[in-house]
């Protein structure tokens, strides 16, 4: 089975500050991808990056960041200098090399960013 | 490019009225298609999934079911619609290959009264 935790339900902040947001998995598979999307307030789901298992290079993209780590079956997403549009909620999600298509999602962590 | 339709936005029905939620999407073909519910804003389960047209997987029971008459379209339907059926209610699309992305439409809000 696979399961995706999120530990930190709600994160507030002030604009400018930094915000690590965490995500463990567990899975049996030796193949695997990992997924973070955001949830603005209108809904939509947006896809934010992918990471495969056999890549544990980090990724930078403007002031996001993404820490992929094997070892502590652990994939951060860090927002640097944080913005009040970056208010959302954010989702990390697993899918199985072998599980055909089916994504398993964390509970999500609620991000505030106050002016 | 590709896009994923979804309508309606907002839905307020009756308790045991009936359901049709309708997807669509654009741009590719044979694409893999999903219902998610949402409820309370967290939390994303997958009702069903599809690989292909007629071919429709269930991962939860309940009083939904889902059709994908035509390859790039897929329904979400209910015979009598129960107060536990509000929610949010996504669909998305991605490539058949495991290290593709979901895509997700704009959902619809659904409310039972």
């Known amino acids: 089975a696979q399961k995706v935790t999120q530990a930190q339900t709600e994160i507030s902040v002030v604009e400018k500050e930094d915000v690590t947001l965490d995500c463990v998995y567990e899975t049996r598979d030796t193949t695997y991808y990992l997924f973070w999307y955001k949830q603005p307030p209108s809904g939509e789901l947006v896809f934010l990056i992918r990471r495969n298992s056999f890549d544990e290079q980090n990724e930078i993209s403007g002031r996001y960041s993404w820490n992929f780590q094997k070892s502590t079956s652990s994939f951060n997403f860090t927002i640097t200098a944080s913005q009040v549009v970056d208010s959302a909620v954010y989702f990390c999600?697993?899918?199985?090399?072998?599980?055909?298509?089916?994504?398993?999602f964390g509970q999500g962590t609620i991000l505030t960013v106050h002016p | 490019s590709q896009t994923i339709h979804q309508w309606p936005a907002t839905l307020v029905q009756p308790v045991g009225s009936p359901l049709s939620l309708e997807c669509t999407v654009e741009g590719t073909s044979n694409p893999n298609l999903y219902w998610y519910r949402q409820a309370a804003g967290r939390g994303l389960q997958l009702l069903f999934y599809s690989v292909g047209i007629g071919q429709i997987s269930s991962e939860v029971p309940q009083n939904l079911s889902a059709s994908r008459p035509q390859d790039r379209q897929f329904i979400l339907s209910s015979k009598k619609l129960l107060l536990s059926d509000s929610g949010f209610y996504l669909c998305?699309?991605?490539?058949?290959?495991?290290?593709?992305?979901?895509?997700f439409g704009d959902g619809t809000r659904l409310s039972i009264l």
């Open positions: 999600a697993l899918r199985g090399g072998t599980s055909y298509g089916k994504l398993t």
């Open positions: 998305a699309w991605s490539a058949g290959v495991a290290y593709q992305p979901q895509h």
